[in-house]
Each structure stands twice: as structure tokens, then as C-alpha cells.
T-cell receptor, first 114, second 117 residues
């Protein structure tokens, strides 16, 4: 049982390049999330999904796109990377949306945009 | 709007001592939950403990306990008998129930705990 996995673990991009971050979970969770973590800012929600084929914007969605074609996978895309997108990206999943539902996180992806 | 505040950027403690990490929150909801996560230097986010607003007793998980004071809107994490492996960043969080889907977690800015021998 791997829980939540993310690939890649680390990536360096040049400004304007594109890339896709992959998140996979094996807990059969309906809900998945992408967060970014910046120094002194805690974690902020980028996009989330409440089920296969659905996505929605979070707090900081600009410059990112997402897709949830399969229940177990949640992809985060950067179409034209900018230095401001240098961050650590975390994927998370949960079985429900009630206030007591725990979110389980992947190990994170460190992205550096030059 | 919901908000989590962690006012201690850094805390220092010696091994075997207890330490309290502060967390205050703001919400107008009656039903809510508080979570604590640990982030070691390796970077992963590890779920530690959960406290529900209707829970009559403070949550405990091994050496972790939550000092929940509902009237003061505080949910402080207490780590007893600190170990070197407790050195990490600690985040307090709660569900964003203002969102229609009620799904996201709102995080505080975190507290860095350093445990020395």
C-alpha cells in the first residue's frame, strides 16, 4: 500500500517550458488536491477534484491546469513555467469532505524554474 | 473567513522535555476539526493528530496530545518526552468549510521545532 505517490521528485525548468506533475493514490479516495508550499506561506491550494472527470480552482490556480481522467490519478500541468512557480508541490487525497476527514499527502515535488 | 495562526516561528527544546506548539483558529462554524501535521527535513507531510469540535476529550496519539480550548479557539500540540527525531516543521490546519465543496485544508505558517541532546 503506497498511499499517495508523486513523480517526479525534483525538476529544473527554464522559463517558458512546460511540464506535468503526476499524483497517484491507491486508497480509492474520491477527493484529490494540489497544494504549493512556499517559504513562510504554509501550504496553499491550487486545484482540487471531487471525483473522476471533475476539477475546480483553489486559492492560487493561475498558471496551472489539472486533469482527473482516472480516479487514482491527478495531474498538474504548467503550460509556460515562470520563476514565480518555483515551489514545492504536494498532492493529497481524502475519502470525504466532512470536517473530520484527514487528507493524506504525497512526498512532494520540488520544482525550480530558472 | 477561516484562519489558522501559529505565532511561534521557532521553538527549541532539549531531549526528554515536553514542548507546546501554539495554534489559534478563527471560524464561525460550530462543526469543525483541527489537524496537526509534521514535516521533517525530508519534506513529506505526516498526519499526527486530529481534534473535532464536538470531542469532549482532548485527542491523544502516543506522545502527542492536543490541548483544545474551544472558548479560546486554541488547539495547541503538546509533545511529551521530546526526541531528536521530533525536530521538524509542524503545521496546524483545518478544513475550509467556506468552500462549497468543503474540501481544502487551511494551514498555519508552521513552527520549526529543534530538539537538542
Amino acid at each position: 500500500n503506497a498511499g499517495v505517490t508523486q513523480t517526479p521528485k525534483f525538476r529544473v525548468l527554464k522559463t517558458g517550458q512546460s511540464m506535468t506533475l503526476l499524483c497517484a493514490q491507491d486508497m480509492n479516495h474520491e477527493y484529490m488536491y494540489w497544494y504549493r508550499q512556499d517559504p513562510g506561506m504554509g501550504l496553499r491550494l491550487i486545484h482540487y477534484s471531487v471525483g473522476e472527470g471533475t476539477t475546480a480552482k483553489g486559492e492560487v490556480p493561475d498558471g496551472y491546469n489539472v486533469s482527473r481522467l482516472k480516479k487514482q490519478n491527478f495531474l498538474l500541468g504548467l503550460e509556460s513555467a515562470a520563476p514565480s512557480q518555483t515551489s514545492v508541490y504536494f498532492c493529497a487525497s481524502s475519502s470525504g469532505t466532512a470536517y473530520q476527514e484527514t487528507q493524506y499527502f504525497g512526498p512532494g515535488t520540488r520544482l525550480l524554474v530558472l | 473567513a477561516q484562519k489558522i495562526t501559529q505565532t511561534q516561528p521557532g521553538m527549541f527544546v532539549q531531549e526528554k522535555e515536553a514542548v507546546t506548539l501554539d495554534c489559534t483558529y478563527d471560524t464561525s462554524d460550530q462543526s469543525y476539526g483541527l489537524f496537526w501535521y509534521k514535516q521533517p527535513s525530508s519534506g513529506e507531510m505526516i498526519f499526527l493528530i486530529y481534534q473535532g469540535s464536538y470531542d469532549e476529550q482532548n485527542a491523544t496519539e502516543g506522545r502527542y496530545s492536543l490541548n483544545f480550548q474551544k472558548a479560546r479557539k486554541s488547539a495547541n500540540l503538546v509533545i511529551s518526552a521530546s526526541q531528536l527525531g521530533d525536530s521538524a516543521m509542524y503545521f496546524c490546519a483545518m478544513r475550509d468549510l467556506t468552500n462549497q465543496a468543503g474540501t481544502a485544508l487551511i494551514f498555519g505558517k508552521g513552527t520549526t521545532l529543534s530538539v537538542s541532546s
